[in-house]
């Protein structure tokens, strides 16, 4: 698990793949009251790109609003106010899977599919 920094972001290889955004606040994953239950990870969002370096930068500057950058999920965080009263940056962490060049929307979706059979609904920012 990395902290979504640039530093971070930018050992990174600019290929496809999947990423899960978590929420994790003093070294603690933040659980979150879904539908069919708490999600105790923390997960946040789950997304997919052509180039993954690329895209966890957008989301990074989009939460926090740097960059008038389209990532959705990201924006939800600039945009709401009681998310952005809780979510830091020094709290975003994330895991990534490089994929094959078209598969990354295909595993997207089996990591979605997965979510909501767990818990009756995607992940709060994908929603």
Known sequence: MMQLNLADTKELECRPGVYRIYWIKNGKRQPIKRFMGSDKTGLIYIGESINIRKRLNEFRNAAFGKSQESHVGGKKIFRLDILKSHIQK???????????????????????????????EVPPLNG
């Open 90 to 120: 020094k709290d975003l962490f994330f895991e990534f899977e490089y994929t094959e060049p078209n598969e990354h929307r295909d595993r997207e979706n089996q990591l979605l599919e997965h979510y909501k059979q767990k818990f009756g």
